[in-house]
């Protein structure tokens, strides 16, 4: 044999070698690869298998660990084809099974979770059910990428083991999906909830009302949804949720720990509803439909007593469908408004909010009004709005366009997307402190993090996923885990092998030349 031919002999065999291994042999996820990086892990070198005889128990008398169990259940049944029944128990003896409990006396606060993995067991512990919940998340981590496929695949279904400790540094954590500029189907706003609590958010701000639509319908005021909601941008059939479909929504993000906030832009922002009704304008002219993109062409009449009316029946109705605390009021780039004339309308709509009984959010511009005490500023372009809103005591939602915009592009050659604020790619997206952005705007002045979506280039789900992913688990970083010894460099390769994660979940995701990906 021709030494030639015995090295390509010597090299094709080692390569079988190496894949034979690799697929007897799964290499187990390493708890510390996990995104969002949890508070504390300490590995214990066992590993712990799911197999067909595995159950999940519940300890103590809790309705919610028991829909927590069934989650969990659901989750891990189509990948692994296993049974995983659940059901009730009083101790933890039986090895080779899930237990879940919710303790008091567990040190995690509302939201964190203290996980256990060995040989024998995996046991998930939680002050409250949300706690519950955001261990699960990290269960489906642990477990091959396979795990999210929707048919059985063939795994050892091995979890590393480990004691995991964990807790989110900001209380508030989430996404805005603009639903105006382009409309979404309430099956995709559903995935768009299931990726949100996948990485452990718990806020959707749905961007319900602008110039190019209204998508919730009104009963006391139909025609917002009848003609305003009938067209988007570039024209074309649109569409709204009915209320029921709204209340569906609502339920399915409680369910999986998520709070809608509702947002009605005004006065600005409100073409749709100025089409609808002429009498919300000065003129009492209705206005054409308006499927472009400019911004800031649009004001409510702030002179006319219907206007509070129409904002009154409008938020009245919002908040009987919304059981979360807040409503989001806009506010934003109302260039068309007089700046005498939006002081007092943002002080008023504040107002009616708080008759209602929520809490309103508004773009960083409301800071020119006087805040009503709780009202949080969302953060998006104007620092010194900002710092105007914490100087008054109110918190900051931190929405920093040129960090946070999932609809800026990644570079000069994405697709989708507007670039006015920046381009930003995965590194740049994962590279702020929230609380060293702004000088003035600390950690204690900061509600949350949240990354807003607008849709103007953005009209399906797929471009959705595209704009989306994979700058969103790095912003859940951002929002969960802990900053001290935070890295690019370390999260990029979690990030890589992160991938295939994404790709099992059917994500259509920007694989930026930043990152080492792992297939
Ligand atoms: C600014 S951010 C807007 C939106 C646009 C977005 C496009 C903010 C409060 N207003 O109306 O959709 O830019 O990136």
Request: net charge negative; aromatic share 10%; charged share 20%.
């Amino acid at each position: 044999m021709r030494l030639p031919h015995l090295l390509s002999l010597l090299l094709i065999s080692s390569v079988i070698f190496i894949s034979c291994k690799n697929s007897s042999e799964p290499v187990l996820i390493d708890a510390a690869d996990l995104i969002p990086k949890p508070v504390s892990v300490t590995s214990n070198g066992e590993s712990f298998q799911l197999t067909d005889s595995t159950s999940i128990y519940i300890l103590g008398e809790s309705q919610e660990a028991l829909q927590a169990g069934q989650y969990l259940a659901e989750k891990l049944r189509p990948a692994t084809g296993f049974k995983l029944t659940v059901s009730n128990a009083t101790e933890t003896s039986k090895p080779g099974n899930i237990y879940l409990q919710i303790s008091a006396d567990s040190a995690s606060g509302n939201e964190g979770y203290e996980l256990h993995v060995t040989k024998d067991r995996v046991k998930l512990s939680a002050n409250k059910p949300a706690g519950l919940f955001y261990g699960i998340q990290t269960i489906r981590q642990l477990l091959p990428a396979s795990i999210e496929s929707s048919s059985v695949q063939q795994s050892a279904w091995k979890i590393a083991g480990a004691d995991i400790s964990d807790h989110p540094l900001y209380p508030l954590r989430g996404s805005m999906l603009d639903v105006a500029r382009h409309f979404f189907s309430v099956t995709d706003v559903k995935r768009y909830i299931d990726l949100l609590a996948y990485y452990k958010m718990n806020l959707l701000h749905l961007h319900l009302s602008d110039d190019q639509g209204w998508r919730i319908e009104i009963k006391s005021w139909p025609n917002l949804t009848a003609h305003g909601g009938s067209t988007q941008v570039g024209g074309g059939k649109a569409g709204f949720y009915t209320q029921e479909e709204y209340k569906d929504l609502v339920k399915y993000a409680a369910d999986r720990f998520i709070t809608i906030v509702p947002e009605i832009d005004m006065p600005g922002h409100t073409n749709a509803a100025l089409a609808s009704y002429p009498e919300l304008n000065c003129n009492d002219t209705a206005t054409k439909l308006y499927t472009g993109t400019e911004v800031g062409f649009s004001t409510l009449c702030t002179k006319k007593e219907i206007t509070y009316k129409f904002i009154d029946d409008v938020f009245g109705e919002l908040a009987s469908l919304t059981p979360g605390p807040y409503l989001h009021i806009g506010g934003d780039e109302s260039h068309a408004t007089k700046k005498e004339d939006y002081i007092p309308f943002m002080s008023r709509v504040q107002d009616i909010v708080k008759k209602h009984g929520k809490i309103p959010i508004g773009w960083d511009e409301i800071a020119l009004t006087s805040l009503q005490p709780g009202t949080i500023a969302q953060f998006w372009a104007d620092s010194a709005n900002s710092k105007e809103a914490v100087r008054q005591g109110a918190k900051i939602m931190m929405s920093p366009a040129n960090k946070t915009y999932m609809d800026m592009q990644y570079d000069s050659t994405t697709r989708l997307g507007l670039h006015w604020a920046a381009y930003i790619e995965v590194d740049s997206a994962y590279i702020w402190n929230p609380a060293k952005l702004v000088n003035g705007i600390n950690y204690e002045n900061i509600a949350g993090i949240e990354a807003p979506l607008w849709s103007e280039t953005v009209t399906n789900m797929d471009d959705i996923e595209y704009m989306v992913f994979p700058r969103f688990p790095g912003y859940a970083e951002i929002a969960w885990s802990p900053e001290k010894g935070r890295s690019w460099d370390e999260y990029k390769i979690r990030l890589g092998k992160h991938g295939s994660r994404m790709k099992a979940m059917g994500i259509d995701f920007y694989k930026s030349a930043k990152v080492p990906w792992i297939e």
